[in-house]
């Protein structure tokens, strides 16, 4: 098969890299067949970064969370001036939290398999925000 997409795609203008091009067994059975691109054997991974998540052959995606949370973490960080400035209301911070850091957390999250271990993993994700910010952030009067 990956002989045919190499020699159909070529026709068209398709070049398939053989040095980037990997092959993953998910699940159970993980009998390695022989896949090879024109001349060029396939290599077999156990898990890859696609588009920013870690992959994995069994399925577990907490590297992907850890991972997800740690760059959540960074973006944080960055807008430590924002959190604890008096010149941005409350609404703003909450808004600029809720759509940049959530995000950055649970980005691919819709291809995580829920279990009890991710649970415990996201629900550290209000404290990233330090107690105090969160208080300031709390008691300040909302302005309209």
Not at 39 to 49: A, K, L, Q, R, W
Not at 109 to 116: D, L, P, S
Request: glycine residues 6%; charged residues 20%; hydrophobic residues 35%.
């Amino acid at each position: 098969m990956s002989s045919n997409l190499h020699e159909h795609g070529g026709k068209v203008g398709l070049r398939i890299s053989h040095e980037k091009t990997k092959a993953m067994i998910i699940g159970q059975d993980q009998h390695h067949p022989p896949l090879s691109l024109g001349e060029h054997d396939i290599e077999y991974v156990d898990n890859f970064t696609y588009l920013g998540s870690n992959i994995s052959n069994t399925g577990n995606v907490e590297k992907d969370v850890r991972t997800r949370i740690g760059k959540a973490a960074g973006v944080f960080q960055r807008l430590s001036n924002i959190w604890s400035s008096n010149a941005i209301t409350t609404a703003i911070k909450l808004r600029l939290y809720m759509s940049v850091v959530i995000p950055t957390a649970t980005y691919a999250c819709e291809t995580w398999m829920r279990t009890a271990s991710i649970t415990n993993m996201l629900e550290c994700l209000p404290p990233m925000m330090p107690q105090n910010h969160l208080e300031d952030l709390m008691a300040r009067p909302h302005h309209q």
